[in-house]
């Protein structure tokens, strides 16, 4: 049975992986066939950002290029059985850009093995979208 520690280590670990950049390494933390989901609105986010659902590295690859995370802090964790809800403040960057503060929320799923099922992240895509260098898609 999956327990809360080791999923919030899972997590802890994938954001860590996430702010290293490592593209392998992050290839690692995925169940085969997962689906990463980035939730916002669709116009806005389609020439900019991936949304999905699609599959998680093609999804996360993506987004390591166009945003670096620089730091991350976890503010809240719901875990029951296999599934994570995670409130998170991020300081972030597009290549190139000043830093910025944003919050996401993942929903996460996990197999027995601890690999990612599943992430669903909520954010203010209106404002990454014009961070990253898309803010005439914003007028």
């Given at each position: ?51 999905g659902p ?86």
């Open positions: 049975m999956l327990d809360r520690v080791s999923i919030l280590a899972a997590v802890d670990d994938a954001y860590a992986r996430r702010a290293s950049g490592d593209k392998v390494a992050l290839d690692a933390i995925w169940a085969p066939g997962a689906v990463f989901e980035l939730v916002g609105r669709s116009p806005l986010m389609a020439a900019t950002l991936p949304t699609a599959a998680a590295m093609d999804v996360v690859s993506t987004l390591v290029d166009r945003v670096r995370f620089h730091s991350f802090e976890r503010l809240d964790a719901v875990v029951e059985g296999g599934q994570a809800a995670i409130r998170w403040h991020i300081t972030a960057s597009a290549p190139g850009g000043a830093p910025f503060e944003i919050e996401l929320f993942d929903l996460w799923s996990f197999d027995e093995q601890y690999r990612a099922t599943r992430l669903v992240q909520f954010t203010d895509t209106a404002l990454l979208v014009d961070r990253i260098g898309g803010a005439a898609l914003l007028a």
